[in-house]
């Protein structure tokens, strides 16, 4: 995409600080969740007012120890802070997979920096900026909903707080990507960030029924949002500060990309926030199965009323892609 209108698409509109949608975003410390927050970042469009971690795909320390790193790089001294070490789900993403994704913090781009000193617990930072802020706050969340889950059982109240919850995560109507256990032949209809605390998951989804506006980012539309060879060439090609982040984030999933098996699956969450138009949506109660055979199973509940907004495809015509490349080169660089 051409330099000069990547950038007027990532200024989207949102230039003025009034305009910009408060936003907390709570990841897992995965490749993608880093393009994710670029994504945010670079969109102009939201005002980023905490990050949190959970426990998922990437390790804590190091998750926390990118995310300031990444934020500094872009100017922004956002608070971080790293789940309880208590505080997880019964189930784990595979541990070839957690190693991979320590690498951001390493990136050159990030060297020399020093950012704030992250804050000891997500929980009570989520808390305190729900508390503090003027306004509802959209939250974002890229890996497991445990952290928001704890926040919403312990301080039912800051639901009125919660402007918009956007979730990646679950599996409606295509296959999942957790086999249980991983030698079993049957066909995966569980999704990870659901699957490592599929009680969280339930729990937030059942507070639809108490007005909390939810939608779900799902395997249904990334399958449909690959990244490219080509994609990830013209990235590279637009040599701006956020697209050499980028790269240098995705290089440990180049492979991955090469064979076509790496998605959007994150930064669809924040396509849903930013640019809905771009994705095709059903509307459900839907639950999580939270144990045997089906454990983190996304199902249609027909004993919920209250309704979730699920992505299930990309809008015929539509390229989210090149929105979130437009919004990758809007990155900042810290003076």
């Not at 949190?52 to 990444?70: I, K, M």
Request: glycine content about 8%; some cysteine.
């Amino acid at each position: 995409m051409d330099v000069i209108l990547i950038a007027v698409l990532a200024a989207g509109g949102c230039a003025q600080q009034s305009d910009r949608i408060p936003v907390l975003f709570d990841h897992d410390g995965a490749t993608d969740d880093y393009i994710a927050l670029l994504m945010l970042v670079g969109s102009q469009c939201c005002d980023l007012r905490g990050v949190t971690v959970s426990y998922g795909l990437g390790h804590r320390d190091a998750a926390v120890e990118a995310s300031g790193l990444l934020l500094a790089a872009m100017g922004l001294d956002t608070p971080v802070a790293g789940h309880a070490p208590s505080l997880r789900g019964p189930n784990s993403f595979p541990d070839s997979w957690r190693d991979m994704s320590d690498h951001v913090k390493a990136l050159p781009m990030v060297q020399g920096l020093h950012p704030p000193k992250p804050r000891p617990d997500a929980v009570a930072l989520l808390i305190q900026t729900l508390d503090d802020s003027d306004r509802p706050v959209t939250v974002v969340v890229t890996g497991p909903v445990t952290n928001i889950a704890a926040v919403l059982a312990q301080r039912p109240d800051l639901i009125t707080k919660i402007e918009h919850l956007v979730v990646m995560g679950g599996a409606l109507r295509v296959p999942g990507n957790v086999r249980q256990p991983e030698t079993s032949e049957e066909p995966a209809t569980a999704e990870h960030n659901f699957f490592v605390d599929p009680g969280a998951a339930d729990q937030v989804l059942a507070l639809a029924e108490r007005g909390l506006d939810i939608t779900i980012a799902s395997l249904d539309a990334t399958n449909e949002l690959p990244l490219t060879p080509y994609w990830l060439g013209q990235l590279r090609n637009d040599n701006t500060f956020g697209t050499e982040l980028a790269a240098g984030i995705l290089a440990v999933v180049e492979t991955q990309v090469q064979e076509g098996r790496y998605f959007l699956w994150d930064g669809a969450a924040v396509v849903a926030l930013l640019s809905p138009d771009s994705l095709r949506f059903e509307t459900h109660a839907l639950r999580v199965a939270e144990s045997g055979s089906s454990e983190g199973t996304l199902r249609v509940a027909d004993d919920r009323s209250g309704q979730v907004n699920i992505a299930i495809g990309v809008t015929d015509g539509c390229q989210p892609l090149e929105w979130a490349a437009a919004w990758i080169a809007g990155v900042p660089r810290a003076r």
